[in-house]
């Protein structure tokens, strides 16, 4: 049974930082793919990040590139969001998400079988 529980959200200033961490249960990390959703009320799922266990590949979106880093702890079964130079189009829900099933991670939501509950980030101008 696979169990996704984020934490890390909460409110910071435009330009600051913020990590989020997802501990996961029922898979390994090293063998599957998990990565980071958001969402905004009234808007669409925005895929944000995902690793690929296997081979360690990484995709970020083009709105956080040079930004935020995904990363694993293989030890922990936890993978973290480090979020950097945040801005306030950044505010939304975020998603810790898994796919058990996939060989290599793309940011499509409909991919993704497992999901977390949402962690608020808040970040104001």
């Known amino acids: 049974d696979v169990q996704l529980q984020a934490s890390g959200g909460g409110m910071v200033q435009a330009g600051g930082s913020l990590r989020l961490s997802c501990a996961a249960s029922?898979?390994?990390?090293?063998?599957?793919?998990i990565g980071w959703f958001r969402q905004v009320p009234g808007k669409e799922r925005e895929g944000v990040s995902c690793?690929?266990?296997?081979?360690?590949?990484?995709l970020h979106a083009d709105s956080v590139k040079g930004r935020f880093t995904i990363s694993t702890d293989n030890t922990k079964n936890t993978v973290y969001l480090q979020m950097n130079s945040l801005k306030p189009d950044d505010t939304a829900a975020y998603y810790c998400?898994?796919?058990?099933?996939?060989?290599?991670?793309?940011?499509?939501?409909?991919?993704?079988?497992?999901w977390g509950q949402g962690t608020q980030v808040t970040v104001s101008s």
């Open positions: 998400v898994a796919d058990v099933y996939g060989d290599e991670c793309y940011l499509h939501w409909a991919l993704f079988d497992s």
């Open positions: 029922g898979f390994k990390l090293n063998e599957h793919i």
């Open positions: 690793i690929t266990g296997k081979n360690g590949s990484i």
